[in-house]
Nanobody, 127 residues
Framework: QVNPVESGGGLVQAGGSLNLSCTES????????IGWFRQAPGKEREGISC????????TDADSVKGRFFIGRDNAKNTVSLEMNNLKEEDTAVYYC????????????????????WGKGTQVTVSS
């Protein structure tokens, strides 16, 4: 069982930055692709970006390209989501999820088949 845990959410002004982290205590993330998703009130969950164990990345959300960057540190068992130039429309609960994927390309479309989900961290961007 993989139990990813998100952290790093909070309240930030528009134009600011936040760095989210996804960790897992049993050091199982090294064989899993990690995806970041978000869900705003009244909206469907949206896939943002993912990263494979070897570091290959895919960004599926056009609205964050050039602003959000995903990275991983397998030694620290952590995947990060660096979010820059935040906008009010980025306000949402952000989730990380894990998918056993020792090889291949990841994506976050339609949930991407991710098996293990964190409980989420709230990001609120104020004007």
């Amino acid at each position: 069982q993989v139990n990813p845990v998100e952290s790093g959410g909070g309240l930030v002004q528009a134009g600011g930055s936040l760095n989210l982290s996804c960790t897992e205590s049993k050091r199982l993330l090294s064989a899993h692709a990690i995806g970041w998703f978000r869900q705003a009130p009244g909206k469907e969950r949206e896939g943002i970006s993912c990263i494979t164990p070897s570091g290959g990345t895919t960004t599926d959300a056009d609205s964050v390209k050039g602003r959000f960057f995903i990275g991983r540190d397998n030694a620290k068992n952590t995947v990060s989501l660096e979010m820059n130039n935040l906008k009010e429309e980025d306000t949402a609960v952000y989730y990380c999820a894990a998918l056993f994927l020792p090889h291949g390309i990841c994506n976050t479309r339609s949930g991407g088949g991710y098996e293990y989900w964190g409980k989420g961290t709230q990001v609120t961007v104020s004007s």
